[in-house]
């Protein structure tokens, strides 16, 4: 299936960087949010870093109006109705998501494939609310969507060959590389990672080391480009917390329960990053 214009539904974080993936290589781009903040937030952050690539060389002012050319904006879940394919990257809420998934599923195409950049939840269950299942699929990005090279192809149990491989065939377009996995708790990416960082919360939390020395151990003693907790304020701790959940539920398994001081933190609305202060404070 030929994929030429793309639905974004979130104009987060996420939603931003994956309309941009797009818009960079060729594809037509709907950038939509439920109101216009949202949207003008989503594509003033593109704005900059493709203001910033330009100052960096990377590509002409010309590649940077043609981008942004791609991109159009939408508050109205409507204008996808002449979409190929819609990427939906909302809050991580399952009933959220089947909100969304059951309205467009009246409103793309009949042949249009629905994707969902979900980190954890189970796309059989969001796939279950329409009627093309075996249109429906997981497409997780990791943040910061532009600069991370890894795509996450998750097949629900109910997705079909042609719908993955056309996916496979749109993620090599983003200069990405992808990989093939099956729908359970966290997949692959959220099931190693979010244990390894609560293990570093656990390892604050029982006094072994500092914050910044168990950091410290990972950056230099690993060589990962950032330690586990100033990875965990990236992300943000609440979404830590949500993944670790989805794991401990999904699996039954006491090795996934999550630190007793990442809930606090959580509880406390130390966030990360987003909120100025979670392992580290911030500006
Ligand atoms: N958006 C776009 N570009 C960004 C960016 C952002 N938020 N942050 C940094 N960059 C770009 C910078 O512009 C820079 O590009 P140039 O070379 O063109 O200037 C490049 O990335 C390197 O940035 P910096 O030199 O400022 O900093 P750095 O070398 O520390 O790299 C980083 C930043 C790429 C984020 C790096 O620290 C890193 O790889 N961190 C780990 C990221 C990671 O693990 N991501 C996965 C999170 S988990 C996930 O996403 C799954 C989930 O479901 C929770």
């Not at 439920?34 to 704005?47: C, H």
């Not at 149990?157 to 093939?180: G, M, N, P």
Request: proline share 4%; hydrophobic share 40%.
């Amino acid at each position: 299936m030929d994929i030429q214009n793309v639905f974004v539904i979130g104009a987060g974080q996420m939603g931003s960087g994956i309309a941009q993936v797009f818009a960079q290589s060729g594809f037509r781009v709907i950038l939509h949010d439920m109101n216009e903040s949202a949207v003008d937030r989503g594509i003033n952050s593109i704005q900059k870093l493709l203001l910033r690539a330009v100052e960096k060389e990377r590509i002409t002012e010309e590649n940077k109006e043609a981008i942004l050319s791609r991109i159009t904006l939408s508050t109205d879940l409507q204008d996808a109705r002449n979409t190929d394919l819609v990427v939906e990257a909302v809050i991580e809420n399952i009933d959220v998501k089947k909100e969304i998934f059951t309205e467009l599923d009246k409103i793309a195409p009949a042949d249009a494939i629905l994707a969902t950049n979900t980190s954890s939840l189970p796309i059989t269950d969001i796939a279950s609310v329409t009627n093309r299942p075996e249109k429906v699929i997981g497409m997780h990005f990791m943040n910061p969507v532009p600069v991370m090279k890894l795509v996450e192809i998750i097949r629900a149990i109910q997705t079909d060959e042609e719908t993955y491989e056309t996916i496979a065939e749109v993620t090599k377009k983003l200069y990405k590389t992808s990989v093939q996995v099956n729908d359970f708790p966290g997949f692959v990416a959220n099931r190693i990672l979010m244990p390894m960082i609560n293990e570093a919360i656990y390892t604050v939390y029982e006094g072994v080391a500092t914050i910044e020395d168990v950091d410290t151990v990972m950056k230099l003693g690993m060589n990962h480009p950032m330690g586990p907790l100033t990875l965990a304020d990236f992300i943000g701790l609440d979404t830590c917390l949500y993944i670790m959940e989805v794991l401990h539920d999904g699996f039954g398994d006491s090795k996934y329960r999550p630190c007793p001081l990442l809930r606090q933190y959580v509880q406390a609305g130390w966030y990360g990053k987003k909120t100025g202060r979670g392992f580290y404070t911030y500006d």
